[in-house]
């Protein structure tokens, strides 16, 4: 007789803080298997975009992830400029890194605090939200929100870097660089944050690899994957900075790989506000873009984000994809999660491994189509059904 | 990771907190970019409907004027408003403008219509 049996963890858990729903195989302390299954959050905000103009689609876009909300609007607004076959002025393009990497220095400070609490290290939570809100107040300072910049506009940027605003980033820049040389110290040495990061949460490069993990999850598995240095776009082709990898692995690997880059982060916004050149903000471009179609990838602080669309000449969008990060990571999650014959995972590690790949299920989840074999039931709601649900409500 | 020089450096501080909203409402930190709640003066709109087709979220309703001077005039209800500022941004006449006030909150939805 078989000892296993499953825990069913979602879609609503008070451990979960998004709906998603997993089945673990459990055998004593052991998960032996775990399933994922995604689906329950459906915004239709890529049906949405078809119904709007491409300037009301800006604010929609950015509506995808709060988090990494620049990743996105940067995302979306060079990939309607790749329709235009347009240039924008390079002041423009070195704004966006400044407040690309502002952002990421948010999102993963706001990451490492939450694995802070994850593991039970508190203190550690406590003291970088505390720091992160040096760089909340720059962002507001520059954009006019602590959260949804709105800073991004077809053609280039809304807002300029005066040198106040340059003169008070730098001095952030300071303070934030002093406190993640502290944190970098204190995720390398601290006994009770090691005790639950090494070894926990295996992703070996060759499993990476198969199952197209993006990210710092990525590269925490030591493998050099970045769109910011693979395929370079606003004025990332001139800014220089280190990939960071890491070869332990492991949890141990995705900390250090995000305290890493946030330092690097820092640096980038440095020299962005040193080697800043003058001229104009934007390009006014017509409010109809030609008909055809475009990608842009953009790398978001939880991994590569891909944009789609496809214009018929009109000034809204015929199809918008959005690819977000998270979705590319959950495969590699279920890897993580799975016992083998050399690497055990215990119920214990399944909250800090899921918080490892940064999961954002909200931007990932679009209608999902259930197929179940062995019922012989297959299921998706249809248009009109979806209206006839929301009359209801 | 020793706590005791937080400690210390944290028992000489001022405290970190303000009694807003009863007192010190003046201590809130507010930046001079901020994207607060929209003023908007219809002397200066010409009813061009820009801040209609640019508003992302509906909140921008035109309806017929009843002076008369122009052809439409906007309407705003702020209960829906995400503060993007776009329609300040395509307004030629400035006659939308984004304010400082980011206190919002009310009891009554009406009242965040703003003619």
Redesign the interface.
Known sequence: MSSSFSIIVGPQHPALKEPESFKFTVDGENVVKAEVRIGYAHKGIEKLAETKNYIQNIPLMERICGICNVAHTICYCQNVEYLYEKEIPRRAEYIRVVIEELNRIHSHLLWIGVLGHEVGFDTLFMYLWRDREVVMDLIELLTGNRVSTALMTIGGVRRDITSEIAQKLRKGMDILEERTRYYKKVVTDERSLLQRAVGVGRLTPAEAIKHSAVGPTLRASGIRSDVRSDDPYAAHDEIPFNVITHGSCDMFGRVVVRVDETIEAINQVRYCLDQMPDGPIRTRLPNTPPRGESVSRVEAPRGEDIHYVKSNGTDKPERYKVRAPTLGNLSALVEMLTSKEDYQVHIADIPVVLAGIDPCMCCMDRTARFVEPSREKEWIWTWEQLKKYTERM | ?S?TP?VYRNLFKKRATILYPFKERELV?V?????GKLAFNLERCIGCSMCF?????ETVEMIDDETKKRPKRPIFYLDRC?????CE?VCPTRAIE?TLNFELAGFDRKQTLLK
């Open positions: 990771m706590m937080e930190p930046p001079k970019g901020l994207r087709r640019s508003c992302p979220s995400t503060f993007c500022a776009q941004e984004m």
